[in-house]
């Protein structure tokens, strides 16, 4: 059973914007935190941006801060991802993630992770 899948991604140029969405099951979105992470090619998983259950804390890496908002609307059963003033190393598959436990999410060890959607950006 898929819990989590992503949509949004796509290929933009740079200082340009994507708004990323995630579609949860309902018990994921009104009970859990939930994350979203990176992986550009040839490098390691990365974290972007957390979210706790309620959407009333959030907390993003220093490469997105500024940049990315993430947010949740629970009656919706969705979270997003606004990002704005993409550059070429935001190139990535983005993950949409979500555990029970706050920090299994912010220390990249989420046990429910979306198929991934792809982003690239161009300069």
């Known amino acids: 059973q898929m819990h989590l899948v992503e949509s949004g991604g796509g290929s933009v140029q740079a200082g340009g914007s994507l708004r990323l969405s995630c579609a949860a099951a309902?018990?994921?979105?009104?009970?859990?935190?939930m994350g979203w992470f990176r992986q550009a090619p040839g490098k390691e998983r990365e974290f972007v941006a957390f979210?706790?259950?309620?959407?009333?804390?959030?907390y993003y890496s220093d490469s997105v801060q500024g940049r990315f908002t993430i947010s949740r609307d629970n009656t919706k059963n969705m979270v997003f991802l606004q990002m704005n003033s993409l550059k070429p190393e935001d190139t990535a598959v983005y993950y949409c993630?979500?555990?029970?436990?706050?920090?299994?999410?912010?220390?990249?060890?989420?046990?429910?992770w979306g198929p991934g959607t792809q982003v690239t950006v161009s300069s």
């Open positions: 309902e018990r994921v979105t009104t009970r859990y935190p």
């Open positions: 979210i706790n259950w309620s959407g009333g804390s959030t």
């Open positions: 993630t979500a555990d029970s436990s706050n920090f299994a999410v912010r220390s990249g060890r989420p046990s429910m």
